[in-house]
């Protein structure tokens, strides 16, 4: 029986939610040519697009939002958030940018050039988009039983160590501008990385003298997750644990949307001296502001000194990473594949297996989100071959290794009458599964098309 744990935290304010009819939602999908980024919110009832900003603040956020000081250069929030950052992680520089995007931005062109590639264990899809815009191309390299939706291993974000060291043997070194560890592995379904895997990567990388790279954008509940299922940490802190995550890198990424717990925000860190940190403020001056806030105000940076001291809250974590827990059960229960076990932040419906009969160009996780939304007012996203932008130079369209309708959940948000609401919906759809069709698009641009994409149901 799935396990439900209580929070450990009260509602003290409230948000109304709009209820709508099956009419208005056939209406809307229609009118927003099928691409669920092109939804209004008041068209949602419950908003699973994305964790990414979505979580509810704190009472000390919002406490924190009123101290902000906003002075353009050497702000006291800056100088907050810094001795955060230094007490958390421990590493040298820390840079605050708006996103997690612009982090990417401010720091790829240092590391890569035209005609290199980047290995990760697996891209999101603006790092990717990032790699490309740089002239270089993105190359995923993760555990095979990450594409096993029914294996049970432990770390499915971890990164094929054997085969890295085979690329970088192929490619040669000097064509590897740089490798990328993602935590979790978000396009893998939230799935963690091990520290007995980050510390061989890291090991490679040195060897050959690659950068590496973590994008951190959920390093929280890596830790949590390696305290849970790593022989040995079960009696480490999450600070601990964090720490030995980040001993070995020499940059990192991260977007504060997620394990900050902000709403908006984003850091780009460096270990230590070497000139990679005068190469990233070169770019961040002209692209995201001055140094001491980096396309952020006083009070944001505010909120995410507070987000990432209540992120690392182990209570927290067990309770964050328990709803998805209990959803995925909830939905395995239900005879729903997703990919298991349970990764962080989302459920990742297996949507090859749901619906077996529409083909990878036609989109099928897409399908089922458009349907759970029809269904229900449940907003989910793809992340399957929808998300991958043609090949620019044959115009192919890729296929994604796994078919993925991922429900994320926003940290602090929802509650559980709501996830089991999200349950009997999509059990629903399931019952109709065989008579969904796919989707054919009609109009892209050529990066990152899956946010504006215009489709029309397959005939
Ligand atoms: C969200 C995310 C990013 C990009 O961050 P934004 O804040 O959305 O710009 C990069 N990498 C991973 C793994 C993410 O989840």
Redesign the pocket.
């Known amino acids: 029986m799935a396990v439900y744990m209580p929070e450990p935290y009260r509602i003290k304010m409230v948000e109304p939610l709009r209820v709508t009819t099956r009419e208005e939602r056939e209406e809307a999908i229609r009118r927003s040519h099928y691409n669920l980024f092109g939804l209004k919110s008041d068209q949602v009832y419950i908003d699973m697009l994305t964790d990414?900003g979505t979580g509810a603040m704190s009472d000390r956020q919002w406490a924190a939002v009123m101290m902000g000081d906003e002075s353009y250069a050497g702000s006291r929030s800056y100088h907050r958030l810094m001795e955060v950052c230094h007490a958390l992680f421990g590493w040298k520089y820390f840079q605050p940018v708006h996103?997690?995007?612009?982090a990417e931005k401010v720091l790829f062109p240092n590391l890569l050039k035209p005609g290199q590639v980047s290995i990760s264990n697996m891209h999101?899809d603006?790092?990717a988009g990032h790699v490309v815009l740089c002239g270089a191309k993105p190359v995923n390299c993760v555990v095979p039983q990450a594409l096993d939706s029914t294996s049970r291993f432990p770390f499915k974000g971890n990164m094929d160590n054997a085969r890295l060291t085979e690329l970088i043997g192929q490619f040669g070194r000097d064509r590897v501008g740089m490798i990328v560890i993602?935590v979790t592995c978000?396009s893998a379904g939230g799935q963690p990385v091990s520290l007995a895997n980050i510390r061989e990567t890291a090991d490679i990388a040195s060897q050959h003298g690659i950068p590496l790279v973590i994008?951190a954008?959920?390093f929280a509940e890596n830790a949590l997750f390696i305290k849970e299922r790593e022989e040995g940490q079960s009696g480490s802190t999450i600070r601990e644990i964090v720490r030995q995550m980040f001993a070995s890198a020499d940059a990192f990424t991260f977007?504060a949307?997620?394990d900050g717990i902000v709403n908006m925000g984003?850091l780009v860190a460096v270990r230590e001296d070497g000139g990679l940190i005068e190469g990233v403020r070169r770019y961040v001056v002209p692209n995201e502001g001055f140094l001491s806030y980096g396309g952020l105000s006083g009070r944001d940076m505010e909120a995410l000194a507070v987000g990432l001291e209540e992120g690392v809250d182990e209570s927290f974590l067990r309770s964050y990473t328990g709803q998805t827990r209990y959803l995925v059960d909830r939905m395995v229960e239900e005879g729903i594949p997703c990919q298991q076990p349970a990764g962080g932040h989302a459920v990742f419906v297996d949507a090859r297996q749901l619906l077996p009969h529409i083909p990878y160009d036609r989109f099928p996780a897409h399908a089922l989100c458009v349907e759970v939304y029809r269904e229900a007012g449940i907003r989910g996203c793809d992340v399957g071959s929808f998300m991958l932008d043609p090949d620019p130079e044959t115009g192919a369209q890729p296929q994604a290794a796994m078919e993925f309708a991922r429900f994320c959940i926003p940290r602090r948000t929802y509650t559980q009458a709501h996830l089991d609401y999200v349950v009997a919906s999509i059990l629903r759809v399931k019952e109709r599964a065989g008579v969904l069709r796919g989707y054919r698009i009609v109009k892209a641009e050529k990066i990152l098309r899956h946010f504006t994409a215009q489709l029309e149901p397959d005939a």
Not at 99 to 102: D, S, T
């Open positions: 990414s996103q997690g995007r612009a999101f603006t790092t993602t978000n994008d954008a959920r977007s949307k997620k984003g």
